[in-house]
């Protein structure tokens, strides 16, 4: 018996030692395979040099897009245009709304396969980068642009599309496309076509930031902002919406990962071992950068309709930016996971200004300012829906004829 026992605790020592090899090589063919932040471990210059271009690469569109959407307010206003602002109710909208987008992403990589949705993606990209990159070359190049040495031609496009089927014989336009542009917008858009054929057939991160750039800038001009409580709203809403898609499930860092369009800022951590061919990226989604710079650029218009020859308000919450991306990289640093930057941005970037403004007594004008009065056009349509019935009842006179029959009756009666 005592011989049966030593067979049977020998089999078992060579089983368990078989399945603890077993396990070990799983556990590193597995970490093999993982996240490139399992494996690799930059040098803290190479940490830092992409930390620091991320941060620069975000603080540029706020600046530029900030002051941008104040030309833009003025030639909206000027021009009579109908300005396109966030209602409150889309503000408080806009995280269920992202929340849905995001998930159904997650799920539609999960159902279909990841290469042949980032190729769809990748044209998708391909045509709004252009046009945003033409648009932000275009509004640099009016001050740059060498007039005297190669002019700037215009040309005038006009394309119709017609046809003879009325009754009359008269041409009747389907389709109308009538263009104005100059050799000025020409060199910039095939600068832009050149920057996005780079993007479509290499996917390199020079080339990606580029038009992530160019989304945050048009963001930041053209999404505004009417009131400082619809960007309360909207920050506050997206801080939970933030925290939950990252520390309450791995979507975000999933769909952040799989979607291979510019929709973040990435620099590679290993530039200095690799050159520009380096892959082991830090990113920050383009939404850490657009969803704040539209906040700050309405603050910037509230400044501007001070009249104080000072930009109080943008300056502190500019600074309360950079303070809330300083302190996002600190603890994603220490602790080694992707951190929600909104988490740090959202406070940060409304307690100092309105502790600001509280100490300036301007908090009750920050939170009655409007970019432009909505009561406009609430009161040109009551306007016309009051006085809607008196031109109906008029004319239903005119074609009922029904005075002529109002008077016999009188008479009758």
């Given amino acids: 018996m005592s011989e049966a026992n030593v067979e049977v605790t020998s089999t078992l020592e060579s089983v368990l030692q078989q399945a603890a090899e077993e396990v070990g090589k799983l556990l590193e063919k597995n970490a093999t395979n993982g996240t490139d932040g399992e494996k690799f471990k930059a040098t803290p210059e190479g940490l830092f040099l992409a930390y620091f271009s991320l941060v620069i690469m975000a603080l540029l569109p706020i600046i ?34 992202a929340s849905c987008t995001l998930f159904g992403i997650y799920v539609i990589f999960q159902i279909f ?3 042949h949705i980032n190729l769809l993606l990748a044209f998708y990209f391909f045509l709004l980068g252009v046009i945003a990159l033409t648009r932000m070359f275009n509004s640099f190049s009016n001050k740059l642009w060498p007039t005297s040495l190669f002019g700037n031609r215009q040309f005038d496009l006009k394309f119709s599309l017609s046809s003879s089927v009325s009754a009359d014989k008269k041409l009747d336009d389907l389709a109308v ?59 506050g809403g997206l801080f939970f919406y933030d925290i939950f898609w990252v520390f309450g499930t ?13 929709i973040k800022l990435i620099f590679p951590q290993d530039l200095i071992e690799h050159g520009l061919s380096a892959e082991k990226y830090a990113l920050l989604g383009l939404g850490d950068i657009v969803i704040p710079g539209i906040f700050i650029a309405l603050l910037l218009r509230y400044d501007k309709s001070l009249n104080r020859n000072r930009m109080t308000y943008f300056y502190s919450s500019f600074i309360a930016y950079i303070l809330a991306l300083f302190c996002t990289i600190f603890v994603m640093h220490v602790f080694k996971h992707a951190q929600p930057a909104l988490l740090y941005i959202v406070p940060l970037c409304l307690v100092v200004p309105l502790t600001v403004a509280l100490i300036q007594g301007d908090l009750k004008s920050m939170f009655t300012y409007r970019d432009h009065e909505e009561t406009k056009t609430s009161n040109t349509s009551t306007s016309s829906t009051e006085s809607t019935p008196d031109k109906t009842s008029e004319n239903y006179v005119r074609i009922g004829n029904s005075p002529k029959p109002n008077k016999k009756d009188k008479k009758k009666n």
């Avoid at 104040?70 to 995280?95: D, Y």
């Avoid at 910039?188 to 800038?217: E, P, R, S, T």
């Avoid at 791995?250 to 510019?262: G, L």
Wanted: proline content about 2%.
């Fill in 177 to 235: 496309c009538h263009q104005k542009f100059d050799t000025e917008s020409i060199v910039c858009f095939l600068l832009a076509l050149a920057i996005g054929v780079w993007y479509f057939m290499k996917k390199h991160w020079i080339a990606n930031n580029i038009f992530g750039l160019a989304f945050a800038v048009n963001g930041i001009e053209f999404l505004q902002l009417n009131k400082v409580i619809n960007g309360c709203i909207l920050l």
């Fill in 113 to 115: 396969s990841k290469e």
């Fill in 250 to 262: 791995n979507v975000m860092v999933t769909v952040a990962k799989s979607f291979e369009a510019p």
């Fill in 64 to 97: 530029i897009g900030s002051f941008k959407s104040v030309k833009h307010q003025k030639k909206q206003q000027e021009s009579g245009e109908e300005i396109e602002t966030m209602s409150t109710r889309e503000a408080l909208l806009f995280p269920v709304i």
